[in-house]
C-alpha cells in the first residue's frame, strides 16, 4: 500500500513495494500531475524471496547524513 500526501506542490509518497520498477512508474505518475514541484521518494522495498526491507535511496542518504552528524556532536 502507498499512502501519497501532497502539500504546496510537493508530493511525499510513503509505503512499501515488492517490485522495484513500482518505485519509478509511482514518481513518474506523481511528475507528471500538473503543480507539482518536488516528489519525495520515502518508499521502502521488500525484496519477496528474503523478505528483507531496504529504505528508499532518499532515505537512506538522510539518515546516513543523520548518523555522521550524531558522530560529530558527540
Do not use: C, Y
Request: glycine share 6%.
Amino acid at each position: 500500500m502507498i499512502d501519497i500526501i501532497v502539500r504546496d506542490g510537493a508530493v511525499e509518497l510513503w509505503g512499501t513495494i515488492t517490485d522495484e520498477r513500482e518505485r519509478q512508474a509511482l514518481i513518474v505518475a506523481a511528475e507528471n500531475i500538473p503543480g507539482v514541484k518536488r516528489v519525495n521518494d520515502h518508499i521502502a522495498w521488500i525484496e519477496p524471496n528474503s523478505g528483507t526491507l531496504f529504505q528508499s535511496p532518499e532515505d537512506t542518504v538522510a539518515q546516513s547524513k543523520s548518523n555522521e552528524w550524531d558522530n560529530r556532536v558527540r
